[in-house]
Structures are given as structure tokens and as C-alpha cells.
């Protein structure tokens, strides 16, 4: 496919895999413990999982999949909130489609559309606001989710529907920021990480800029990198340089869409419509200051935080569900004593298991080939003929 | 609420001598094939009366046209002679097709509701001969529209060589139904010697496809005009039975056969190393997907493994028949872009691995639940 075959070549892959192994073996004459390198976007693990890049690379070089799926990180309390704005009567409930299946605490908003909510997929907040055009009787509640990549978009409809007076839409704000995210994974004690593959669609929006704080003050090397195998082959390369070199720097692979400092009217755009929030829960990595974003006062009309009255409760995970522990890079999914038994892609405990960008799901769905033996075996099932 | 009644309405038995030549003129009257005037179906069309004769007369009678359907009894009676001739078992089968939207770029209901049927038949080695047609009409949708689904349903019986022999039609109220809806029904007689099934999987037996993958879901998924996406994409709904004939001619003892409809060939493969405990190994490199469609899945962030097909099969075959039934398969025209994709392993047991153009390997899982509502 034109743009994209040339980030798949398999045989630039395999020189850059001959390079990251030399490298390796020269930086392992003095060092024991493997290299943990943490791609902090969910849609770095995806690729990393679907090209089979894992397998591809020297067991001296470990990747860990950080809290980077917006979806993962989602917990309980706000699932609950959601389910209780879906289920007003006279609501309609727009949400990206992969948060339908995300369990709350008693049930997914999936579950509350089958009992009667109406709860619609829709591909960008856009398409909420012409639902909400099409249905001027009815309050049109979009789901916010994501890190500062989708932010823009939600801003800018926030923008529309307030130059349009579309009175009837509203957002249930869940914007996240990354930079906070990764400072509090570096200040837990038990995280063991050598640098950091950074996001490239985020990193579009805010540029590399910020993540000087990580090099500098963590001293954790750092490259932004694209979504294509090739990019994160490149990326993890470049770290591997850096460790050799004794460098710590911030470092930019994916040039072709990223810049120092990021793009302006994006920026802006976040900055009219949102600030930052006091505190934001993440599930499993509990809360972290100033790591969400939410309406700032003069779009409170477009607020369903203010136009609802929500339960705000926090809900506690699973006893026996280890997402915190995965999210941080310190437990393996298959560590978890639920994972691939009671909590599935099918009937998920906890939220790692339910976006394909999750750690969880995806070792589920590909990662078992390198893993099976970890791992129960699958169940035989019944076949269906169509 | 469903108001019903059948396509097959007999005149009344009982005759007696002395009314003889009027019971005649009136049987005449009513057996004439009676035009629909009305603009949009309404509870009437499904009431049993006249609205409803006219209906079926001029929308399904006329078109569906042949000797088992025209007696108009609440049956097709079938010869058993006949088909004893053409192999040793009844294949019997039946889907229902919901599709949004009715019509989209290569087909419609109509075409996809005859071709599924056929093909579901046609995939156990079966000649497929005579489908019923189930149709659930939503009080207000266009006669326009129906006589055209109707239209695509002769077309696509006429090239696949089956005969619709029965049929029943029900109106439900606005709302109870979306649109059209369509179940057909089939039979067909599977040849002597061929039993293909998805438990017969063997280590070293062979995995062929008929062509490109995921054309369908993804044609449809763009044809709901939600995507704003524009692409000469078109659904690859189309008759296999021929393509099975080609086939058995080279390779009657053929392992299993299966189209990959809803779940794509993701589906398939996974039902097919379950049911056979072995394990399928497929080359990413050999799999025939447009760049177009790859270019959708991109977007939207979906496999094409798993896009629906209307059109293709997946062929297990022994080792040493791959060349011949390849050969074979592209001198078809729906097998003309016929790929071996992969081959059957040990293990591991009851799972599908992808070798990525990498050299890595990936699994290929079922799929939980659905990545497209209603996509045939």
C-alpha cells in the first residue's frame, strides 16, 4: 500500500534487528538484567503485537507495555458515571466504540444499551454533534477518552457546538495527559525501566518538548516514535545507541509528523476549552495530580459534569485483578491469576483485557504463540456455519 | 404482531356439478395474475386478501417463474427419483439476511440472500437445486424496492442454477422490522464420495482461497455512508457452486470446504483447527487482500482477516492434490485469483498462526463479538 509498504520492508527490518543485536551484545558484556524499554501508547503495543516484534528481538531487550491504552486506564467510578448518564431518559449516549465493553461496576455501557439506553458507536465527536443537530429534543452526551491526541478533536467540536448554539450537546470530559502519567510511574520505586519509546500521535499534538523532564530530571533516555514496525524498530535502535553512548537525551524518530513543539492550533484548541484537573483517578495507578483535563467554567453548558448529577464514586478493581501491577510494567499479564481464566476477551475482570490496545488483550489475542506454555490452553469450541 | 399468510393460496375444493362452469370462471379470474397498483406496503399486503394476491402474483410469482412454484400449492413437491440420481444425500440448510443498507456497490438483499443459501449448500459438496424465500416486509417500504430485490433474486437464482419453489410473506407494523428481511431455505444433493467436513484437518494438507478478502464488509461498511469515504470497493457476492464443481472434478476427496462470510477467513480457519485439532499455519504474504481494502482496515483500525466475504471459499485439500485443484480453481472465474495461503500443522492444537512478512508469528484469534453490526 502506497506510504505504508516502506515502513513493513522486512529487510530494512532485519538490518535493523542485526544492528539492535550487536549493540546488545556489546552493552551485555557488562551488564546481567535485560534492557526494559516501556512503549507508553497502546498503539505501540498493538503494533508491536501484530507485526510479532517481541519475538523478533534479543531476549536481552525487554518490552513493557505501559498505561498508554486511554481505555485501560478508564476506572470503574467513571464507567458508573457514564452507565448513569446513559441510562436518563431522554439521553442520547455517544462513545468511540471500544469503550462500550469496558465493565463499570455492575455493567458495561454494551449492557446498559441492552437494557433499554440509547447508546450510540460513533467515529469522531463530530458525528455526536450531528446527532445532537438531528435530535433537538434530546440531550446528545458525547464520551471524551484519550490522551492530548483526541483532545483537539472534542475541543473543536466543544468550538463548533458553541458557534453553532447547539444547546443540547454535551461532553463527559476523560481527557488524560501523558507527561504526568509517566512522571508517576517513574516515582514508583519497584519500576525498573531503562527509557522510554514515546507516543507519536500525542507527541504530534504536544511535540517533544515536554518530555525534557524525563530525560532530565529521571535521566531516562526517550524517542518518539511512529506507529509502523519499522518506526518502533528504529526507535528502540536509537535507545540502544543512546545506552551505549552513555547519553540520556529526547529524541525524535518520527519526524515526518512530529515537531519540537508540537502543532499550535491544536494546542490552542485544548487550551480554550479545557484545564487541567486538581486530580484524575487512573485505574491501577490510582490518582495522580494534574493528569486530566477538564471544561473550563465558560463552557459549562456543554459540561455533563455540570448539567448531571453524577454518583462520583470511586470503585475499587478486582481483588485478584493485577491491571495496576501490568499498567506499571511491573507484572507480565500472564502473572495476573486471572488472566486467560476468569477474565477474557469475552467477559473481561478488568479493562486491560478489553481494548485491543490493552496489554492484556493483546497478549491474548497474539501473544501466546511465544507464551503457551505460561498459559491455559484454549478451549475447544463449539463451530458455527453461517 | 405478525399478520401472515402464505405465497400458496389453493381455490376452494369444493366443487359441485351445477356450479360447475361459474366455480370455473371464478378459479379462472383468481388465477390470473394480478397487477399491484400501490406505491408502499401496508399492513394489507400481508392480510391474506387481495392486496396480499396481488402482491405475491406481481412481485414474486412473476419473477421466481417455474413449474414447482406455479401450482401455488403451500409446497413445492419435489421428485425423489430425480435426485436420487445425483448422489447419495439431502444437503438442507437455512440463513436469514438483515444486511444494512438493502443495496450496496455488487449486489443487494436479493443477490446475497440467493448466493449465501447456494453457497452454504454448495460447501458440503452438494449440487444446489431449490430455495424457499421467507420475506418480512416492513409495513411503509417501497413496492419500487421490493420488485427490484425481487429482480436480483431471479437474476442471481438464473446464474447460479437454482430454482426459488416456495415462499411465504409476513408484514410487520413500522418499526418491528427494518425494512426487508429475507430467509431463504435450500436443498441440494451432495455427490456420492464427497463428504468435506471440518473435522477431516490433517498435518500437511493445504489451504487454498478463491481470491480477495474482506471486499464485502468492507463495501459495506463504506455503502452506509457513515465513513465518508470514497472507493470503487465492491461486495464479492457471487455463486459458488461452479467454483466447487471445478473442484471435485480434480479432487472428490477434498478435506473441508466453507465460505468465509461473517468473521471472514479468520473464522473459518479457527473453526477448522478446533474442530480437526491440528493446527493451520498461513502466510501473510500469500493472502490476496486489496490495497484498498487494507487501506480501510488502516483507518478504521480493523483486520481484514476478519471482513466479511459473500463470494469466497476456503479449500482444505491433501498435499499432493494443491497444485491440481489450484490449477483448477483459477480456470473459474470466481477462482481467478485462487492463492495456497498455508498448510495444516501439529501444533499447536486448535490454534491459527500468522508468519508475518517478518518471519515472526502471530496468533490469529476468534473473534469476540462483532467488529461490524450487520453486514449480511
Excluded at chain 1, 439506553?117 to 446528545?140: F, G, N, T
Excluded at chain 1, 459534569?305 to 495496576?324: N, Q, T
Excluded at chain 2, 454448495?122 to 417500504?141: D, F, Q
Excluded at chain 2, 428481511?181 to 455427490?191: H, S
Aim: aromatic letters at 6%; a negative charge.
Amino acid at each position: 500500500m502506497k506510504y505504508v509498504d516502506e515502513f513493513r520492508d522486512p529487510q530494512k527490518a532485519s538490518a535493523l534487528l542485526q544492528e539492535i543485536q550487536q549493540i546488545s551484545d556489546r552493552i551485555h558484556t557488562q551488564r546481567q538484567r535485560p534492557l526494559k524499554i516501556m512503549e507508553i501508547c497502546g498503539g505501540h503495543t498493538h503494533s508491536i503485537f501484530k507485526y510479532g516484534l517481541e519475538d523478533l528481538l534479543p531476549p536481552t531487550v525487554e518490552l513493557v507495555h505501559g498505561p498508554g491504552c486511554p481505555v485501560c486506564i478508564m476506572p470503574k467510578g467513571r464507567l458508573d458515571d457514564a452507565i448513569a448518564i446513559a441510562t436518563h431518559p431522554n439521553v442520547i449516549f455517544t462513545t468511540f466504540g471500544d469503550v462500550l465493553r469496558v465493565p463499570g461496576s455492575e455493567q458495561s455501557l454494551l449492557q446498559a444499551k441492552a437494557a433499554g439506553a440509547d447508546v450510540r458507536m460513533v467515529y469522531s465527536p463530530l458525528d455526536a454533534l450531528q446527532i445532537a443537530r438531528q435530535h433537538p429534543d434530546q440531550e446528545v452526551v458525547f464520551f471524551g477518552i484519550g490522551f492530548e491526541t483526541t483532545a483537539p478533536s472534542t475541543a473543536l467540536t466543544i468550538l463548533q457546538a458553541e458557534a453553532e448554539q447547539v444547546r443540547n450537546f454535551s461532553l463527559f470530559c476523560n481527557h488524560v495527559l501523558v507527561v504526568p502519567a509517566m512522571e508517576a510511574l517513574l516515582e514508583n520505586p519497584d519500576l525498573q525501566l531503562d527509557g522510554f519509546v514515546g507516543p507519536g500521535h500525542v507527541s504530534m499534538v504536544i511535540g517533544s518538548d515536554p518530555y525534557t523532564v524525563i530525560a532530565g530530571r529521571y535521566r531516562k533516555p526517550l524517542v518518539v516514535a511512529g506507529f509502523e514496525p519499522l518506526d518502533i524498530l528504529q526507535a528502540v535502535w536509537m535507545l540502544m545507541q543512546q545506552f551505549e553512548q552513555g547519553r540520556c537525551e529526547v529524541e525524535n524518530q518520527y519526524t515526518r509528523l512530529v515537531e519540537a513543539g508540537g502543532n499550535s492550533v491544536a494546542l490552542d484548541a485544548i487550551q480554550r476549552v479545557f484545564e487541567v484537573r486538581d486530580q484524575f483517578e487512573w485505574r491501577g495507578l490510582g490518582s495522580i495530580p494534574e493528569s486530566g483535563l477538564k471544561m473550563r467554567s465558560p463552557y459549562a453548558q456543554f459540561d455533563a459534569e455540570v448539567k448531571f448529577d453524577l454518583p462520583g464514586r470511586s470503585v475499587a478493581d478486582h481483588k485478584a485483578c493485577a491491571c495496576g501491577e501490568i499498567l506499571k510494567g511491573v507484572l507480565k499479564p500472564w502473572d495476573c491469576k486471572v488472566f486467560g481464566t476468569a477474565c477474557t476477551p469475552e467477559n473481561p475482570i478488568g479493562s486491560c483485557m478489553v481494548s485491543s490496545e490493552g496489554a492484556c488483550a493483546a497478549y491474548y489475542k497474539y501473544g501466546r504463540l511465544s507464551t503457551q506454555e505460561k498459559l491455559p490452553q484454549p478451549k475447544r469450541v463449539m463451530t458455527a456455519v453461517h | 404482531m405478525t399478520l401472515s399468510s402464505s405465497i400458496s393460496s389453493s381455490p376452494s375444493s369444493s366443487q359441485r356439478s351445477s356450479q360447475h362452469s361459474l366455480l370455473q370462471n371464478a378459479q379462472r379470474l383468481n388465477r390470473s395474475r394480478q397487477k399491484l397498483r400501490d406505491k408502499t406496503v401496508t399492513l394489507a399486503h400481508g392480510s391474506g386478501g387481495k392486496a396480499m394476491r396481488q402482491l405475491i402474483d406481481d412481485i414474486f410469482v412473476s419473477n421466481f417463474d417455474n413449474s414447482l412454484l406455479s401450482p401455488l400449492e403451500d409446497q413445492a413437491r419435489i421428485d425423489l427419483a430425480q435426485l436420487m440420481q445425483m448422489g447419495d444425500r439431502l444437503a438442507f440448510t437455512t440463513d436469514s439476511y438483515v444486511v444494512d443498507p438493502l443495496f450496496f456497490p455488487g449486489g443487494d438483499i436479493g443477490t446475497l440472500a440467493v448466493n449465501g443459501t447456494v453457497n452454504d449448500l454448495a460447501m458440503s459438496g452438494a449440487t444446489p437445486l431449490y430455495l424457499t424465500c421467507g420475506m418480512i416486509l416492513e409495513e411503509g417500504l417501497s413496492i419500487e424496492t421490493l420488485r427490484q430485490v425481487a429482480i436480483s433474486m431471479k437474476r442471481a437464482a438464473a446464474i447460479a442454477g437454482v430454482q426459488i419453489v416456495t415462499g411465504d410473506t409476513k408484514v410487520v407494523h413500522r418499526g418491528a422490522a427494518d425494512k426487508l428481511f429475507i430467509n431463504t431455505a435450500g436443498i441440494g444433493v451432495v455427490r456420492s464420495q464427497v463428504s468435506p467436513a471440518a473435522n477431516r484437518l490433517e498435518p500437511g494438507d493445504m489451504i487454498l482461497v478463491n481470491g480477495e478478502l474482506g471486499n464485502h464488509g468492507a463495501a459495506i461498511l463504506i455503502a452506509r455512508g457513515e465513513l465518508a469515504l470514497e472507493t470503487d470497493i465492491t461486495s464479492d457476492c457471487q455463486p459458488l457452486n461452479g467454483l466447487v464443481d471445478r473442484i471435485l472434478e480434480v479432487c472428490p476427496e477434498v478435506k473441508a470446504m466453507r465460505d468465509a462470510t461473517r468473521g471472514g477467513l479468520a473464522t473459518v480457519l479457527n473453526e477448522f483447527a478446533q474442530s480437526s485439532g491440528v493446527g493451520i499455519q498461513v502466510e501473510e504474504r500469500s493472502l490476496p487482500i486489496r490495497e484498498e481494502v487494507q487501506g480501510v482496515c488502516e483507518l478504521l483500525g480493523l483486520d481484514p482477516l476478519y471482513l466479511a466475504n459473500e463470494g469466497k471459499m476456503v479449500v482444505v485439500v491433501p498435499r499432493e492434490k494443491a497444485e491440481a485443484v489450484w490449477v483448477a480453481m483459477r480456470s473459474h472465474p470466481t477462482g481467478a485469483d485462487t492463492m495456497i495461503i498455508g498448510e495444516v500443522v501439529e501444533a499447536p492444537i486448535g490454534t491459527v498462526v500468522l508468519k508475518t512478512a517478518f518471519g515472526a508469528g502471530r496468533i490469529v484469534d476468534m473473534l469476540v463479538g462483532d467488529q461490524l453490526p450487520r453486514i449480511c
